[in-house]
């Protein structure tokens, strides 16, 4: 992305992930010092994503590879989704993703160096978001070696987007404009565009595809499913 004259200072971008990280686990996205135990996520979308989707269907119970696969991209995708909506949103900074790593003994991410843009100097904010988060979404899509379909995938996604714009909304009540402005025009841009509609002012959200966690011995259908009206969430 063209933006050498946007760039953020590492220690606001830093500051910026520090308080995203109090908003719960999927926000943590530690920055900087040792590398000892990561490695490029890229390396784990070479391979097909398979340590990960496979720790997830033994935690499930399930042998279909394709629930796996599906959780540990709908997980994976929530990790990249709410810290990068939390910096925009509260400190006006989009993150730089290009050099995410991931913990070699589970899904956790990890930046080597903070990394990012002042939003109010980018052209088009919520493109440079997309970007961000998508283009690794994409690679990891690409990489897999069970067959899903694309737009579960895809619908994947738009459910990480919004869980994580719900969990900023009941933190932050006043952020209720700016939050449905951006989940809105994101969920018609790209690949996110036909997954899904926003259904309340509280930012539910009904997905036009199902990420399979019922096919799980102990799966239901989430609350956003296509299939239902209402259940829990995987974990």
């Known amino acids: 992305m063209d933006g050498a004259n946007a760039r953020a200072p590492a220690g606001e971008v830093l500051a910026a992930l520090d308080a995203s990280a109090d908003h719960g686990g999927f926000f943590v996205l530690p920055a900087g010092g040792s590398g000892q135990g990561w490695h490029p996520v890229a390396d784990s979308y070479a391979r097909g994503f398979r340590d990960q989707?496979?720790?997830?269907?033994?935690?499930?119970?399930?042998?279909?590879?394709?629930?796996?696969?599906?959780?540990?991209?709908?997980?994976?995708?929530?990790?990249?989704?709410?810290?990068?909506?939390?910096?925009?949103?509260?400190?006006?900074?989009?993150?730089?993703?290009?050099?995410?790593?991931?913990?070699?003994?589970?899904?956790?991410?990890?930046?080597?160096?903070?990394?990012?843009?002042?939003?109010?100097?980018?052209?088009?904010?919520?493109?440079?978001?997309?970007?961000?988060?998508?283009?690794?979404?994409?690679?990891?899509?690409?990489?897999?070696?069970?067959?899903?379909?694309?737009?579960?995938?895809?619908g994947n996604a738009a459910s990480a987007l919004v869980e994580a714009a719900r969990t900023l909304l009941a933190a932050h009540p006043g952020l209720r404009d700016p939050l449905t402005s951006t989940v809105t025009e994101l969920l018609t841009t790209g690949r996110l565009a036909g997954t899904g509609q926003l259904t309340g002012p509280d930012l539910t959200f009904r997905r036009r595809s199902c990420c399979l966690y019922y096919r799980a011995p102990n799966g239901t259908k989430c609350a956003d499913c296509c299939l239902a009206d209402r259940g829990p969430r995987p974990g």
């Open 53 to 154: 989707a496979r720790a997830v269907a033994e935690r499930h119970r399930t042998s279909d590879q394709r629930v796996g696969v599906s959780i540990a991209q709908l997980g994976h995708a929530a990790r990249l989704w709410s810290p990068s909506l939390a910096c925009v949103l509260l400190h006006g900074v989009v993150l730089d993703l290009s050099t995410v790593h991931r913990a070699d003994e589970g899904p956790g991410l990890w930046l080597p160096r903070a990394a990012g843009w002042y939003a109010d100097r980018l052209p088009d904010v919520n493109a440079a978001l997309y970007g961000q988060v998508m283009g690794h979404l994409d690679a990891l899509a690409k990489g897999l070696r069970v067959r899903v379909a694309p737009r579960l995938l895809d």
